[in-house]
């Protein structure tokens, strides 16, 4: 197994052995009621929702389009949105796959029963399809959007869980955003993080990290010809193996998600792990990018020698961010957990409903995880026909805070559930809920760790949101 190494790049304690103090007058802008940190599927949705209810947004988001993994990492395909029965997945996720549908942006041929019905089905997109409306949906909603702008510290109210503001930085410099509310969007709660709100972070306080995945993007594929990408099956582990003996490829990895169609001749690969990279570790990024581009390179070679559609195939490009499955979670009001999952659990204060497996991948290249993780994914973690569990509100709130909220990967969840909802569809309704929150809370004083869950409910149904549960709560659950 290719692990990141440290033998290149400075170690924590070499860049780490000084410290110098900053000390800077920066200009302070005081008009928003809401800053959110992210413009993955999280942060759109708390945007795009916050400031349909009449909030005033700033979004600020790293990179230079929004869609986080959907975009800049090319996981191009949403997970399963319905159960076989029905859409589970309502509110602005379910208007954004529409709103693709209608704008020739999903796979081409894509029946709309795949999101809207069909069980444990992806609906594959094209990220450029979906940078430009989400982009219109930002700017339809009045949000103030500041691409490559990063949130780098906080002022907090430490004793009484309360956040005053933020220092952000892009080319201008530094500001401080003195805002009311905070959603912190950015997957790796970065913000939580800076405000001192504790959390979990996988390889330190967990035995192991779920790998990373640096997607990748071809052209020229013949699609007309039927022969697939079965890496899942039999053979096509033995063909992997087999490549690996020869040398051709840098790891033993058996579990290949595989290629998906995009376009009439275009397809994404979201395969080859990063084994133990920590998401939080700089040289681990740095590393681990070093590695994906070399895996690609790879993975193509192999597709074009065994598999006809791909013969002729080109590569595009490869993410120009890291495909992060799991770094930090949040404790929080509530840890959502397998105990949950498995029974299908209801709550009253639930925001959304979901069916996705227990999907963890492998932790090394061994066959005995490999195994683990097929056995997980395709029976003891996988909801049936029909089913679906419910991700309460209180998993969003950092333990006790005033006006901070969580939305994504970093929420409060154990890591088995995280490997259910760490993904687009279910960050999108955990983010039109903490937008929705942040509203709320502003309007009547209810502060994030106290809000009256009965009122959010009701405004999320009346926003199309799927919550069939039959009681409801003013009190949230809590652990």
């Not at 699609?223 to 992997?240: D, I, N, P, R, Y």
């Not at 499955?325 to 929080?332: A, K």
């Amino acid at each position: 197994m290719t692990s990141i190494s440290k033998s290149s790049l400075a170690s924590d304690q070499e860049r780490s052995s000084k410290t110098y103090s900053l000390k800077r007058e920066v200009p302070v802008e005081e008009h928003f009621d809401l800053l959110v940190a992210g413009g993955g599927p999280a942060g759109v949705s708390a945007a795009v929702c916050a400031a349909r209810l009449g909030a005033r947004v700033l979004l600020v988001e790293a990179t230079g389009c929004l869609g986080g993994m959907g975009t800049s990492a090319y996981v191009c395909a949403w997970d399963p949105m319905a159960n076989g029965e029905q859409m589970l997945v309502g509110g602005f996720m379910r208007e954004l796959v529409e709103t693709m549908y209608e704008r020739k942006f999903l796979s081409p041929g894509i029946d709309p029963k795949t999101w809207r019905r069909d069980y444990h089905k992806w609906t594959p997109f094209s990220p450029e399809g979906l940078k430009l409306i989400l982009d219109e949906k930002i700017m339809d909603a009045g949000v103030e959007l500041r691409y490559f702008t990063k949130v780098i510290d906080a002022d907090v109210e430490t004793k009484e869980k309360v956040v005053n503001g933020v220092v952000i930085s892009n080319i201008e410099g530094y500001s401080f955003i003195k805002a009311k509310k905070f959603i912190d969007a950015t997957g790796d709660a970065v913000l939580s993080g800076l405000c001192g709100a504790p959390y979990r972070e996988a390889g330190v306080d967990t035995p192991h990290i779920m790998p990373a995945t640096l997607p990748h993007i071809y052209s020229n594929i013949d699609w007309s010809k039927k022969q697939s990408f079965a890496t899942q099956s039999a053979q096509g582990v033995e063909l992997l193996e087999k490549e690996y003996e020869l040398g051709n490829l840098t790891q033993n990895d058996r579990h290949i998600v595989g290629i998906s169609k995009i376009g009439n001749t275009i397809g994404y690969f979201n395969g080859g792990h990063i084994f133990n990279m920590r998401a939080t570790k700089i040289t681990d990024l740095t590393e681990g990018m070093i590695l994906g581009r070399k895996i690609a390179r790879e993975y193509q070679n192999f597709m074009k020698k065994h598999f006809s559609p791909f013969q002729n195939m080109e590569m595009v490009a490869t993410a120009s961010v890291m495909g992060v499955r799991e770094s930090r979670r949040i404790l929080g009001e509530y840890e959502l957990n397998e105990t949950d999952y498995l029974a299908k659990r209801s709550f009253p204060d639930q925001i959304g409903i979901f069916n996705k497996s227990i999907d963890i991948h492998p932790y090394d290249t061994s066959i005995e995880e490999y195994e683990r993780f097929k056995k997980e994914y395709r029976e003891t973690g996988r909801l049936k026909v029909g089913e679906y569990f419910g991700i309460p509100y209180s998993v969003l709130v950092p333990k006790g805070w005033q006006n901070l909220w969580t939305a994504g990967r970093c929420v409060s969840a154990d890591v088995k559930v995280q490997g259910s909802i760490r993904v687009q569809p279910a960050a999108s309704m955990m983010g039109q809920a903490a937008g929705t929150a942040a509203v709320q809370s502003l309007k009547t004083g209810q502060p994030a760790c106290d809000l009256d869950t009965e009122r959010l409910i009701s405004t999320l149904r009346t926003e199309g949101a799927n919550l069939p549960q039959k009681k409801l709560s003013k009190k949230m659950t809590r652990s």
